[in-house]
Nanobody, 119 residues
Framework: QVQLVESGGGLVQSGGSLRLSCAASKSVLDFVLMGWYRQAPGKQREAVAVITHGGNTNYADSVKGRFTVSRDNAENILYLQMNSLRPEDTAVYYC?????????????WGQGTQVTVSS
């Protein structure tokens, strides 16, 4: 089972930037999909940005043009660069990694890192 450890969260003013990191205990190339999700108080967890094994990326409409997901294959780290942050970006951000085990798609989660954007 892979271990995912997020870091980089914190308190930032509206318009500011943060970079989240997710360190994986196994090669990031083992996974068919990795990504960032977030959960705000009272809301369901939602996908923010994902990256496929091949490097293709996809973003939630609410963060397109502001957030960038990337991966360091040598260091086994997933990043989320967040620019032009807004108060509505406030949430706990989770790293996710998915791989096939036989025919089952297995998902692993990090413990989450809090991002708070003040207005």
């Amino acid at each position: 089972q892979v271990q995912l450890v997020e870091s980089g969260g914190g308190l930032v003013q509206s318009g500011g930037s943060l970079r989240l990191s997710c360190a994986a205990s196994k090669s990031v190339l083992d996974f068919v999909l990795m990504g960032w999700y977030r959960q705000a108080p009272g809301k369901q967890r939602e996908a923010v940005a994902v990256i496929t094994h091949g490097g293709n990326t996809n973003y939630a409409d609410s963060v397109k043009g502001r957030f960038t997901v990337s991966r360091d294959n040598a260091e086994n780290i997933l990043y989320l660069q967040m620019n032009s942050l807004r108060p509505e970006d406030t949430a706990v951000y989770y790293c996710n990694a998915q791989k096939f085990v036989d025919t089952d798609l297995v998902s692993a989660w990090g413990q989450g890192t809090q991002v708070t954007v003040s207005s």
